[in-house]
Each structure stands twice: as C-alpha cells, then as structure tokens.
C-alpha cells in the first residue's frame, strides 16, 4: 500500500472518530434532536434500578424502595436530554439526594426529561401498587415501629407508631425470583440499624425445604445501606474478612448485632456424625445439617459455634431425625436469633427441637437449653413450646416465644435454672409477637389475614384504644416484629 493510501485511511478513521464524539459532546450538551419518545430513562433509587420507557408522556411508575427522608437518586445513562427531579437538575452518572416528606398514595415525584425537540413527565409513586392499603385505628407505643415481611411476594415495610409507611421495598413477584426474610431493627453500641435477608434461590440448600440461605443487608437508622453489594455473610476462620466480598451464604432466619462490625451469623454445614450417644439407631454415614454460628469482627472470625459438639441435642431433636437415612437430616433447624438486652448474649430457637439455647456472644459458649427434651429449667407438660418460629426478648428479660397460632411469654430465673412467670394465648393466623408492656400483660400481634398488627390483652383484658392495622385484602406475612426505638 503506498503512502498516500494509508494516509487517506487514516484521515478517514480520525473524521469519524471526529464526528462520533461531536455527536456525543452535542447529547451530553442537550443538543440530542433525537425524540424523547426513542429514549428510556435509566435511574438508580436508593441502590434499586428503574427503567422508564419515554415512548408516551405523563407515564406514572412505582418505585421498588423509598423512605421518608433523604432517598438516593442516580441517572444511569443519557436519556436525551436534561434531567429535573422535583425540580433538581441531575446530571449523568452523578447522585442527587431528594427528600420525600410522605410515603402517601397523593404524594408523587416528579422527573421531567427534556431536548430541544420536545419533553417527557415521568411521575413516580412514593405509595407503591405493590404495597397493601392500610387501615389504622387507635395509635401505637410512642417511638414505636413495626416490621412487616411479605411471605409469598418480595415486599417488607417499616410503619410508624400511627401505622403509617416511613420505609418499604417491594417488588413484583411475577418479574422476580427474589424474596426477603427476618426484617428487624438492632439496638447497638455503635447505633440503631436495621437488616433484613436477601434469599438465594440459587444457593444450595441442601435438599432441606425450610432452609433458605443467601446474604444479610444492614442498613442505618436513616435506611441507608451500609454493607456493600455482597451484603453480610459467613466467612473462612482461617482468612481476613474483606466485607466487599461474599463468603458462605448464610440461613434467612437468625442474624444479630452487637455493633456495627460485630456481627453473628447462622448456617447449615453438612456434617458426618462421630459422636452420636448410645441408644439412637443410626447408620454408619449419618450426616446432620450441624448449625453453625458464627461471630464475626471488623477483620476475622472471633469464634464459630458448632451444634454436633453437643451430643445431648442429638436425642433433643423431635423432627428430622431420621439418623438411619442417607440424606441430610435438620435435626434443629434455628427458626430464630436474639440478644438479651441485659446480657448481650444470644438466644436462639431450634424448631426441631422444640427449645431454646442460650450462647455466650464472647465465647461461643452453650450457656443453657430451655424447653425440650434436655430442657434445663424443669418445665411442666403446660409450660412447654413447640415448633417455634420466632423468639423475642423485652428489656427486663421476658421472652415471647411464637409457635403456629399460639405464644408463650415467661419470665426466667437463669442461675436458678427455673421459671418465674408464665402465660399462653392462643390467636389465630399467628406469625409474630412482642411484649409491649411486660407490667400492663399488653402484647403487639402480627398476623395473616386482614389483621396484620393489633396490640392484645394477654390477660384477655379489654384495652382502651388498642393499635390495629388492618387491609382490604388478605395477606400472608411471614414475620411482624414491634420495635421501641430509644428516645431522642
């Protein structure tokens, strides 16, 4: 090829290089003449992505999250021209914080999109389609909150002491495999945050249907996500913890916190049995799902807890103990996990076990069984549980333990090893309890049906004004959790 055909080439190749960045310094200017109508919006909301086709004008969206307060906006990729959001400029790729006064079916945001050519209004819904509508009489506990998670749909949302939504996530069912669990609040050293489960259709659950792993997503006091994308899991003993990176996935039911970067988790481990006791048939290959509890600081594992170091709760288990199968059997499955306020220890429920253990949160240590056949505490045929979802702990101590339409609410002397106080209620469609005031015997009750939150008489007292928040249609909660949130 002579010289002048290669220098001809190559001043092709700069024009066109020349006429694609002039064109893409004229959208970046606004100066795109291509219809709006040819264009989608692209957004990010508080980490959630949105993507609005401008093919017609005045379209009105949901959102999959929003909080009262500061909420995080994003624009992804050029839509044609300049963006507005309540009236705020937003650039390409950079962050804007628009603050929502009210979560409210009348409350919209408003995005205008705009080029020389023409103009595109996109509304979106602060009160999500997706979300129930809600009924509230009486009032609540002042500083009162209460977490609400979705059974069947990925939708959860935090309500005010007046019932009104201040936080939500919601997505459709229909266009997503993702579900959510656990949604609570933790009290901390280092502040008050909120988590909830990412579960993982694709993690292996080891052929056990109620076991649902995936990743932990802390948030702040404000609703704002302070894990990064991997969210929280289970780690390597042997390794540092890089917090950006996922680890093992861990179980949907029990998390807590004592501080920010002191963190406990659960998980299944497939375990061949070496130490089970004379008397339980079983076969030479026995293998558990051992439960797995993990403590976790700001750089390494401080200790792990493994179930199978106990054999008592080998013959503790009352379902899923077939120990002569060759499939895995969950001889425990943790249902639930809380620290005791006064102690900071962990307390945590094993379904199949029909009891509670309590682990120290330094140590690892199993500091006592309650309930069950190795129950520590002496319990009486009437004073036992059963197939418990959910425990709860108030600040003096009293445990709310909720079993399918029942809950159970004592009181413990723990170096005495025996009960102090006890009462039972039976209350249909069941899925969650707390004590509100321990002294007044008044219970907040979460519940599937049109009744989803109501405070109740434990003594079957009648209350004046009690909190109830109801629903036009029914739904099916998986968990309601009452929160005192610490005064100001």
Not at 143 to 152: F, M, P
Not at 416 to 433: E, F, M, N, Q, W
Request: glycine share 6%; charged share 25%; aromatic share 6%.
């Amino acid at each position: 090829m002579d010289r002048n055909k290669k220098l001809l080439i190559a001043a092709c190749t700069v024009s066109v290089i020349l006429i694609i960045v002039v064109g893409i310094l004229l959208a970046m200017s606004g100066r795109d003449k291509t219809p709006l109508s040819q264009h989608t919006l692209h957004l990010k909301v508080n980490g959630c992505d949105v993507e609005v086709p401008l093919k017609h004008d005045n379209v009105t969206v949901n959102v999959p999250c929003l909080s009262v307060g500061k909420n995080q906006f994003q624009v992804l990729g050029y839509p044609g021209g300049a963006v507005k959001i309540n009236g705020k400029t937003v650039k390409v790729g950079s962050t804007a914080s628009i603050a929502v006064d009210a979560i409210s079916s009348e409350n919209q945001i408003e995005i205008k999109v705009s080029n020389v050519k023409d103009s595109r209004t996109v509304r979106l819904r602060t009160y999500s389609t997706l979300l129930p509508k809600l009924r509230t009489i009486g009032k609540g506990t002042k500083n009162g909150e209460y977490l609400v998670t979705e059974a069947d749909r990925p939708v959860m949302y935090a309500l005010d002491n007046e019932g009104k939504v201040i936080w939500y996530k919601a997505y459709s069912a229909k266009k997503t495999k993702l579900r959510f669990s656990d949604f609570k609040c933790h009290q901390t050293d280092s502040g008050t945050y909120y988590s909830y489960q990412v579960i993982n259709p694709e993690a292996d659950n080891y052929g056990i249907a109620d076991y649902h792993p995936g990743s932990r997503v802390i948030m702040d006091e404000d609703f704002e996500v302070v894990t990064e994308d991997a969210g929280v899991t289970a780690y390597s003993p042997k390794k540092s913890i890089d917090w950006s990176q996922a680890g093992t996935a861990v179980d949907g039911n029990a998390f807590e916190m004592l501080s920010r970067h002191n963190t406990f988790t659960v998980r299944y481990t497939p375990t061949r049995v070496t130490n089970m006791p004379d008397g339980i048939k079983s076969q030479k290959n026995t293998t558990v799902a051992a439960v797995v509890v993990q403590n976790a600081g700001r750089s390494h594992v401080t200790w792990e807890w493994k179930s199978t170091s106990d054999s008592r709760l080998y013959s503790a288990s009352v379902s899923g103990n077939d120990y002569t199968s060759s499939d895995i059997q969950d001889y425990l499955n943790p249902s639930a996990m809380v620290v005791d306020p006064r102690d900071h220890n962990l307390i945590l429920s094993f379904k199949n076990a029909d009891c509670l253990v309590k682990i120290n949160s330094e140590t690892g240590k199993l500091m006592w069984i309650l309930g069950g056949k190795a129950d520590e505490f002496g319990l009486k045929d009437s004073q036992k549980f059963s197939g418990q979802t959910d425990v709860q702990v108030a600040s003096d101590g009293t445990l709310t333990i909720t079993q399918p339409d029942k809950v159970t609410v004592m009181k413990l002397d723990e170096n005495g090893k025996r009960v102090v106080s006890h009462k039972t209620k039976t209350i249909d469609g069941l899925v969650g309890a707390n004590v509100v005031n321990a002294n007044a015997g008044t219970l907040c009750v979460g519940k599937s049906g049109k009744v989803l939150i109501e405070v109740e008489s434990l003594n079957d007292e009648n209350l004046k004004n009690p909190l109830r928040i109801s629903t036009t249609h029914s739904r099916n909660l998986s968990a309601v959790r009452f929160v005192r949130l610490e005064d100001d």
